[in-house]
């Protein structure tokens, strides 16, 4: 009979129900001709078909619908003549079937970090698939466009959110994973979140002393100095508010420059300044 498929290679995991099995028109070695065939699907092991034809002698193909499951199915056939003898039977399988979506169980950045001041991150993810099993991951920072595919893994792995649809950008980012399934499926993507911040680097200071702080400043050069929230200036911590000018603030000039004005009447000495931006 050479039974095969049009649709579905044996063993080999599908997303879609609709099979089609073909063979060669039966013939009989004898002289009372094909009565009919009959045809059984079975799961997970082949089966035998019923001594009742259910389909006709010149019948060479059958489709019908073959449901999700995790062993497969078997379209069993065999012949039967007009002197009742009947043929050994043939099947085919197993015919693996998965049309369900993988699930994304959790994704989490950095383990669960609020910020990152690196635009290398750490992502894990974890997920479960009904019949055919997870096999790819992929990675977006936009839910739109995704990296190669990845095999499927619950360890964290490093990417730089500046890959994939990402950028240099800080702020609140997210990290999209989705799955793929043995069949193909995709499933529905989900996402942690993580705020980037750019550390502020001071590169130097003009002057690099003050004989008196009545009304003179620090002019600081460097870079990342927009979104400064506050300045340590030794144990002094400033803001940006001059109204109590005694107790020193601070102003952002722009991006790569930052002017400090120290609290008054304290003692002559080297005091270290930081930077805060977040």
Not at 130 to 136: K, P
Not at 185 to 210: H, W
Not at 211 to 218: K, P
Request: hydrophobic residues 30%; positive net charge.
């Amino acid at each position: 009979l050479n039974l095969k498929s049009s649709t579905h290679t044996a063993g080999v995991w599908r997303n879609s129900t609709a099979f089609t099995a073909t063979w060669t028109k039966a013939t009989d070695t004898g002289c009372a001709g094909v009565d009919g065939l009959s045809y059984s699907l079975t799961y997970a092991t082949a089966g035998t078909p019923s001594t009742t034809p259910n389909l006709s002698a010149v019948t060479t193909s059958k489709s019908l619908t073959v449901p999700n499951s995790t062993s497969g199915y078997y379209f069993n056939l065999r012949v039967k003549d007009r002197s009742t003898n009947l043929s050994a039977t043939r099947s085919y399988g197993p015919i693996k079937v998965d049309t369900t979506k993988p699930v994304v169980s959790s994704v989490s950045i950095n383990s669960g970090a609020t910020y990152t001041t690196s635009t290398s991150v750490s992502v894990r993810a974890s997920g479960s698939d009904s019949y055919s099993g997870l096999r790819y991951m992929q990675y977006s920072m936009n839910g739109s466009t995704w990296s190669g595919h990845y095999t499927y893994s619950t360890a964290a792995r490093t990417i730089l959110l500046t890959n994939w649809g990402g950028s240099t950008a800080e702020g609140l980012r997210r990290v999209y994973v989705r799955f793929r399934d043995n069949a193909g499926n995709y499933s529905t993507a989900k996402y942690d979140t993580i705020n980037y911040l750019r550390l502020s680097k001071i590169t130097s200071s003009s002057p690099t002393s003050l004989r008196t702080v009545t009304n003179g400043a620090f002019r600081l050069s460097g870079s990342d100095f927009v979104g400064t929230t506050q300045v340590q200036f030794g144990a002094a911590t400033l803001g940006s508010s001059s109204q109590k000018w005694y107790y020193g603030y601070f102003r952002v000039s722009s991006d790569s420059t930052l002017y400090v004005y120290p609290p008054q009447a304290w003692n002559p000495g080297t005091y270290g300044i930081r930077v805060r931006n977040s």
